[in-house]
């Protein structure tokens, strides 16, 4: 019926040709995290792609000469992604604030202009070869892993892409201690060029074995591949010093993907194809993109983005989009989403209430820990916080897994039914809790321990309006059960400073989301909610922010990453699960799409969905597997 809708609405309807800078905003918005606006990268007249080849012609677009004014048909517009002015194209820096162009994610690195050895599709959790042909193998002992670059991949210049790109990329990285090197130095001790065959070989433990395979694998898939070449000249210019390398604007920085900048300013930012992309040849897409350009305005906040997918002025929106089906079904609009009923995305994520064991009250009362996560009422929270764009769990019994086929596969789900809740269970939680000698002695209503009533907070950055109103239903919750708990919502520069604090004592319950989806994973997630490597770790943004202890549970999660019989590995799973749900350091409050993906089909269509077969991801036609997309969209007219 959406289908329906939005054809009989296109035929009627003839949609103005808005130029994306003309409804810009210029400041953050929505909940997106704090970023440092920083300089331009280059004004309102269009830039010149760095290569050798012929520049890109500058679009004309109803009769003007304008370059401002880009081609409707031969556009795709972005929403709910770059958020200020890019402050840099330094593939090997840092602080770029490039969201569109530099950026990895939960469903893939975005590799519209530099590309990875490897694509992620989260629907199948497949890898299929992107720079790198789809021969990747470990050896025996998974100490090694072995893959050959594709003949056809070339740089922007036209210089073939090469293993020593990929050796020169992670040894720098590592010698500036930028993202990658910083990320993956645990795991990945050096790599091996020759020729077109790489060798990856991984860091091990006294015993000899891998410290762990599974982040090596995210290597694959997280990395981009900077040229060699322009790593040398990036280096010569900065004297070798690693403060001027990660932060040199890369103004010439090569690329191998299929689109490079043509136009940054604090309004937008815009990308136009490369007609020379070594992608087109039969090795790999087999053609171009469709889309000529691609552009994002600097919208002021999630509800100037939404205003303008609503007016056909954006195709594809990521972002949060409240009762989302209303669009469709009471505006009669052509926007569409990758399911046609709830929970309309697939959910990756699950932001999550961390309990802090800094506070003893906390640390030594599973039962009131338990008690409270029992008595929330998630259903009120997924309708009313997330308008129904989550499975409940009812659906979806808790557990570590995201509510995906294959992360639901991996545990046993009949051995830990008896320790699931699905909420709003105030009798039980109060029973639970009266068992624990937790009750009220003196008749205030409230419950005491060690002869103190209980009083906690519960914590989430302020503006980020579904965590809000996740904290009220968690205080509502204590407030039936007899346990004090209040809101609080610092601004976002405050929280992020006081929960990545190993030490804090300041917040007792507070929101943060685990990782979504990437090869790693479930294993990235389970550590992430159980493992002790992140206990006491200074400005912690890895994992445990609760600073939970079990030498048991990270015992089972050290044996995951060597362990390659299925039957084991979910035996090792399922007893973890056992252990989250017994002790409950943290609880989840929702299923979450890592990214929305809303689209208009008024001018573009043939969209993925999760009908039609192609298993294309809903990643915004930018991330991962996700980019197959731009190669198969049509247009409406």
Not at 220 to 229: M, R
Request: charge should be negative; hydrophobic fraction near 40%.
């Amino acid at each position: 019926m959406k289908k329906v809708i939005a054809m009989l609405l296109v035929a009627t309807m003839t949609f103005s040709l808005v130029a994306c800078g003309n409804n810009a905003g210029t400041s953050d918005g929505g909940n997106a995290p704090a970023q440092d606006a920083g300089d331009t990268t280059g004004g309102a007249e269009a830039e010149t792609p760095a290569t050798e080849e012929p520049a890109a012609e500058e679009p004309a677009a109803s009769g003007t000469d304008d370059v401002n004014v880009l081609p409707r048909e031969e556009t795709l517009y972005f929403a709910g992604q770059q958020w200020g002015a890019v402050n840099s194209w330094n593939i090997m820096g840092t602080n770029q604030n490039n969201a569109m162009a530099i950026a990895g994610g939960p469903s893939g690195y975005r590799t519209i202009m530099f590309e990875t050895l490897y694509m992620y599709n989260f629907m199948n959790g497949e890898m299929t070869g992107l720079l790198a042909n789809d021969d990747w193998a470990w050896n025996d002992d998974m100490t090694q892993v072995t893959l050959t670059i594709k003949d056809a991949a070339k740089w922007s210049d036209g210089t073939p892409v090469t293993a020593e790109d990929v050796k020169r990329t992670w040894d720098v990285s590592v010698e500036i201690a930028n993202g990658t090197g910083s990320t993956y130095g645990a795991y990945v001790d050096s790599i091996e060029a020759d020729g077109q065959k790489v060798t990856i070989n991984a860091k091990v433990n006294d015993a000899g074995q891998p410290v762990n395979p599974l982040k090596v694998q995210d290597f694959l898939t997280g990395v981009p591949i900077a040229q060699a070449a322009w790593i040398d000249t990036l280096k010569e210019r900065c004297g070798g010093d690693a403060t001027a390398m990660l932060n040199d604007p890369g103004e010439d920085v090569v690329w191998s993907g299929p689109y490079t900048k043509y136009i940054s300013d604090d309004q937008r930012v815009v990308f136009v194809r490369d007609d020379n992309y070594w992608g087109q040849d039969a090795s790999m897409w087999g053609s171009l993109p469709v889309p000529k350009y691609i552009a994002h305005a600097m919208y002021a906040d999630n509800a100037a983005g939404e205003v303008a997918l609503k007016a056909g002025e954006v195709d594809v929106c990521q972002q949060f989009i409240g009762n989302i089906q209303d669009l469709w079904l009471n505006d009669g609009l052509p926007i569409s989403t990758y399911y046609e009923e709830a929970p309309y995305g697939v959910c990756l994520t699950m932001p999550t209430a961390w309990y802090n064991m800094n506070m003893p009250v906390l640390a030594e009362n599973p039962a009131l820990r338990k008690a409270i996560a029992m008595a929330v009422d998630y259903d009120h929270i997924i309708s009313a916080a997330m308008t129904n764009q989550s499975p409940t769990f009812k659906d979806v019994p808790r557990s570590l897994m995201n509510p995906t086929d294959g992360e639901q596969a991996l545990y046993n789900q009949s051995e830990v039914a008896d320790l699931q809740w699905e909420g709003n269970d105030i009798e039980g939680a109060k029973a639970l809790l009266d068992e624990a000698g937790i009750v009220d002695n003196d008749g205030d209503g409230y419950r005491e321990w060690n002869g103190e009533k209980i009083s906690l907070n519960a914590v989430c950055p302020n503006g980020w309006s579904d965590w809000q109103a996740s904290m009220v239903d968690v205080a509502a919750a204590g407030e039936n059960i007899g346990v004090e708990i209040t809101t609080l919502y610092p601004e976002y520069d405050i929280y992020q400073t006081v929960f990545t604090d190993p030490n804090q004592t300041e917040y007792a319950i507070f929101m943060w989301s685990p990782e979504a989806a990437s090869p790693s994973n479930p294993w990235t997630r389970v550590n992430q909610f159980m493992g002790m490597d992140y206990v006491g770790v200074q400005n912690n943004w890895s994992g445990n922010w609760g600073q939970y202890k079990n030498e048991e549970a990270d015992k089972l999660i050290k044996q995951i990453p060597l362990t390659t019989d299925q039957n084991e590995l979910k035996d090792l799973y399922t007893q973890l699960t056992e252990i989250y749900l017994t002790e409950v350091p943290s609880f989840s409050l929702m299923y979450r799409p890592s990214l929305f993906h809303a689209v208009n089909e008024s001018v573009w269509t043939n969209f993925p969905s999760g009908d039609d077969g192609r298993n294309i991801p809903p990643a915004d036609c930018t991330d991962g597997y996700g980019i197959a997309a731009l190669y198969e969209l049509e247009l409406v007219q």
